[in-house]
């Protein structure tokens, strides 16, 4: 039962909202009492920080399969990049907009062990691009690795359109990409903009 709740409650606070969603909103699509909500957890805030790692869990779990079929390393990126606006094209409001404006402690938390899991991914697809020739062999992995992470987490966050995230992450991407792009890694950057466009 912890887990459906959890799963209830991610879908309506991703669609609707952290702030406007209430446990009585969430008891009610469910056709469960709010006692039974308040068994497992014993605030809203709570409910949002388990709900929130279980979103979290998932999308790291199919990043992983994402790399795990050896797309190359603009590829998957871009993959991903599909992923995440199917995951969130019900949403109008950004949820890490509205997460950081009415729970910045919860945020806080969220953020920096999200910023540990996507520098290990990004490390990975740096050297994965690198390896197939995409990418520039000069570039310090490190540096570009907080350079992405600074672009995606510095602009999204102050952005309260999803729709608008997602268009803006797209450019971060492609800006991203240039930036450590040999030739033949801008010729599969253009080719995955085009996929992605149409």
């Keep these: 039962m912890k887990d459906k709740i959890m799963s209830k409650a991610s879908d309506l606070f991703l669609k609707l909202g952290f702030k406007s969603v209430t446990m009585d909103d969430i008891a009610g699509e469910m056709c469960i009492s709010k006692k039974t909500i308040y068994k497992y957890f014993c605030n809203k805030e709570i409910l949002i920080e388990e709900s929130s790692a279980m979103v979290h869990a998932e999308i790291h779990k199919i990043i992983a399969n994402i790399v795990a079929k050896n797309y190359n390393a603009i590829e998957e990126n871009f993959e991903s990049r599909k992923m995440f606006k199917e995951m969130f094209q019900s949403s109008d409001i950004s949820p890490i907009y509205q997460m950081k404006k009415h729970y910045p402690e919860i945020y806080e938390k969220i953020i ?74 801008i010729i599969e950057l253009e080719k995955q903009i085009q996929n992605y466009i149409h």
Excluded: D, W
Excluded at 134 to 153: D, P, S
């Design 112 to 185: 920096a062990r999200e910023i540990e899991e996507c520098n290990a991914v990004f490390k990975q697809n740096i050297i994965k691009g690198i390896q197939q020739g995409l990418y520039r062999k000069e570039i310090i992995i490190e540096n570009y690795i907080k350079f992405y992470y600074t672009l995606i987490f510095g602009i999204k966050e102050g952005i309260s359109s999803e729709k608008e995230g997602q268009k803006i992450e797209l450019e971060i991407l492609e800006y991203h990409t240039r930036a450590m792009a040999t030739p033949a890694g």
